[in-house]
């Protein structure tokens, strides 16, 4: 019997898009055995069509006209890879209208127009498949909308943002400032010219918010979420935190306690023995804690061309044999007919532990005045590290302070209330600590 065949194009053939099409070019037999169809790359569409690119496309494939794709009614589903809002939003938009599925890797469009774009979906029978939008390679989409859909999701830690962990990395393992660590994640192409998203904690809300919104229901605009980048971070972190057995990781939090569902990105200490604390380099991870499984842990690059390629084309296998389809008209993301099961906590109430380092003057009674306001917020310190300073009396020295378990809203307001001391200096650093 001869196979049906599926025609499928690709928008965007940058870095990603080239990827996905060495994988449905020169694995057409593995693809076809996957899907019980033959499936030919008929167009791919980018506006620069003579840059060399790593794969041998066949003749007549190139184009830079979008509408060779959008009016072509044999095409069945589109690898849309332009990435940022517009024009993605809108070619998608009339992808979608022309009756074709679509596969996407851009995290940032779904997050900001989801509602509008699945909605879109919903009314032309179409699906919109999304795996590589989060963690590239590793299918935590898939995990969540499938293979932990018996579980309630209690709490989703992640690190997310494969650029900001390489730049951690390099600080802590070489030393090197953030400046250098930066400069050298640009080199090797694991951040941008303008790393902005990446390092401010910006790219990874947006990844949150849309697992926020799968795990748990939420309907969650990413800029609310709280969030502090990398780019705060100092080098001298890295060796306090190492002294006090922690290293330190840009962490994505999702947590859903009695009072709502807490969400934050932050540098966050974790215990060196901790299995976030072993995730190195460009990698990605999620600690998932269900209410059945308990504990998963997914690790693996969350970038690149050939991680995030396989999540697209996994995707579009997934759609070509109609189990994207099954799981988007069940589950009815970002649609108004889905309840929102939680709401979000306080920022100010969410507990935990923290660490203070702080610029003061060397002289006696400091340490008085300082443990004085962490009092009257009923503060407690778990530990305190206190250099002895090589400068002379009067000079300025560090001290880090953890505490015991207190809330956002009172550490917040301790530590205003100290850079308001005449002895403590600029440079304040607060950051969570996980053990």
Known sequence: MTKSTAKVAIIGFGTIGSGVARLLLEHKDRISRQTGRRVD???????????????????????TDVSAVID???????????????????????VLQSGKNVITANKAVIAEHGPELFDCARKMGRTIAFEAAVGGGIPIIAAINQSLVANQIQSIHGILNGT????????????KSYADALAEAQKLGYAEANPAMD????????????????????????????????????????????ELGYCIKLLAVAELVAEGLQLHVAPTLVRQRSTLAQVHGAFNAMRIVGDAVGRVFLHGLGAGQMPT??????????????????????????????????????????????????????????????????????????????????????????????????????IREATDAINRLAAVHPGTVRMRVRD
């Open 199 to 242: 390092v401010n904690g910006s790219d990874a809300a947006q990844k949150l918010a849309i697992l926020a919104h799968l795990a748990f229901g939420a309907r969650v605009d990413w800029k609310q979420i709280p969030r502090i980048g990398i780019d705060t971070v100092d080098v001298a972190e890295m060796r306090f935190a190492r």
């Open 164 to 175: 900001s962990n390489f730049i951690l990395t390099q600080m802590e393992e070489q030393g």
């Open 41 to 63: 790359l008929v167009k791919i569409v980018d506006p620069d069509i003579q840059r060399a690119r790593n794969v041998a496309v066949p003749p007549g494939i190139l184009t």
């Open 309 to 410: 390629a396989s999540a697209c084309v996994a995707d579009l296998i997934d759609t070509l044999l109609g189990r994207t389809a099954i799981t988007f008209n069940t589950l009815q993301l970002w649609s108004d007919a889905r309840e929102a099961p939680v709401s979000l906590r306080d920022p100010s109430s969410v507990p935990g532990r923290f660490y203070l380092r702080f610029n003061v003057a060397d002289r006696p009674g400091v340490m008085a005045e300082i443990t004085g306001i962490l009092g009257k917020q009923k503060i407690s310190i778990s530990s305190v590290i206190q250099h002895e300073s090589a400068a002379e009396a009067g000079g300025t020295v560090p001290l880090a302070i953890m505490t015991h378990t207190t809330s956002e809203g009172a």
């Open 72 to 94: 072509d009614p044999e095409i069945e589903a589109v690898v849309q890879l332009i990435g940022g809002l517009e024009p993605d939003r809108s070619i998608m938009l009339r």
